[in-house]
């Protein structure tokens, strides 16, 4: 089981220095250690509009969430600090942005606050990690993490350095796209993995098996 921190809400933000909780985020990120995995990705829907969410707990030096509305430019980067503490200030032009595109009208009676909108996101976020859908993965790894050879997505093999380690960015591409894999060769420094813009459904294979192990002067 993994360890929780007590937690405390705030139900008020008026500045940028004002934080609550997203207790629900919890039991999302149990399910993600519990799987072996780094992060997860789900949907949160308000007003008719989807906005994609990845929960990245690799991030450094906090976890991360990064929401991206469908269809739009509009995107909110958040860190969470130990504790799963946010801060839940929406800067000027970004809080019209999202009003804009949630076709809110000024109402006196009842104002839209961005502390409203993550209390309702962190009522809404799923208890249990589910398998991301792939176009929305491939978004999240070409725009938001910048994988290196973006064009090259799927799994081709494994390349056995014998005077080198995996680059970092090697790394980040397969923790991204390829999880099970990249647990599997975590340890391995000297392993990476090859990729090809020929469509595959791989997820996972073995470093033993023949037809994946590649010579060092495979090109991509």
């Known amino acids: 089981m993994v360890d929780i921190l007590d937690f405390t809400i705030f139900t008020k933000t008026k500045n940028k220095d004002d934080m609550m909780t997203l207790t629900g985020l919890i039991p999302l990120y ?4 519990q799987n072996n995995l780094t992060y997860a990705l789900f949907d949160f829907r ?35 600090k130990p504790g799963f503490i946010v801060n839940p200030y929406i800067d000027a032009k970004k809080y019209k942005q999202l009003t804009q595109l949630l076709n809110l009208k000024y109402d006196p009676n009842n104002k839209f606050s961005p502390i409203g909108f993550y209390e309702e996101f962190n009522s809404k976020i799923p208890q249990s990690y589910t398998k991301p859908d792939k176009a929305v993965l491939l978004e999240f790894a070409a725009n938001k993490y910048h994988i290196e050879k973006k064009e090259k ?31 599997c060769i975590k340890e391995k420094i000297h392993i990476s993995v090859a990729y090809t813009d020929i469509p595959n459904n791989i997820e996972y294979a073995s470093l033993d098996d023949p037809a994946y192990q590649l010579e060092e002067n495979f090109v991509e």
Not at 30 to 33: D, E, G, P, R
Not at 49 to 74: N, R
């Open 30 to 33: 149990q399910s993600i250690k």
């Open 46 to 80: 308000k007003n008719g509009i989807t906005f994609h969410v990845m929960f990245d707990i690799e991030s450094k030096p906090y976890y991360k969430l990064i929401i991206i509305a469908q269809g739009s430019k509009f995107e909110l980067q958040v860190e969470v």
């Open 153 to 183: 997505v799927y799994f081709r093999g494994f390349i056995n350095w014998k005077k080198r380690e995996r680059s970092e960015r090697n790394t980040e591409k397969t923790r991204l796209l390829l999880p099970l894999i990249s647990e």
